[in-house]
């Protein structure tokens, strides 16, 4: 079975800096695209950002600047880091993999 963890999350204020894990159980890991998406309180989960395995990235615009995806195949960990925090932030946030998701990490940025 394959598993994603995250962590990182917790509450934090306006302009303030979370960085996000996610490590996956199989060494599958290093030629998999993986992503990040969040789920804010009555909204639809959005696509958050995104790297393949040679390191490409993209970001959804609301984040651009602001959020940064990296991964370590060595560690089969891929991140986030997320700079300038802003109030609508605020979401649970998962990391992905085709069609497997983490268990979900809360972030709450207070205004």
């Known amino acids: 079975q394959v598993q994603l963890v995250e962590s990182g999350g917790g509450l934090v204020q306006t302009g303030g800096s979370l960085r996000l894990s996610c490590t996956v159980s199989?060494?599958?890991?290093?030629?998999?695209?993986m992503g990040w998406y969040r789920q804010a309180p009555g909204k639809q989960r959005e696509w958050v950002a995104f790297i393949d395995s040679g390191g490409i990235t993209s970001y959804v615009t609301s984040v651009k600047g602001r959020f940064t995806i990296s991964r370590n195949n060595g560690e089969n960990t891929v991140y986030l880091q997320m700079n300038s925090l802003k109030p609508e932030d605020t979401a649970v946030y998962y990391c992905?993999?085709?069609?497997?998701w983490g268990q979900g990490t809360q972030v709450t940025v207070s205004s």
């Open positions: 199989r060494r599958i890991f290093s030629i998999n695209a």
């Open positions: 992905n993999m085709g069609s497997r």
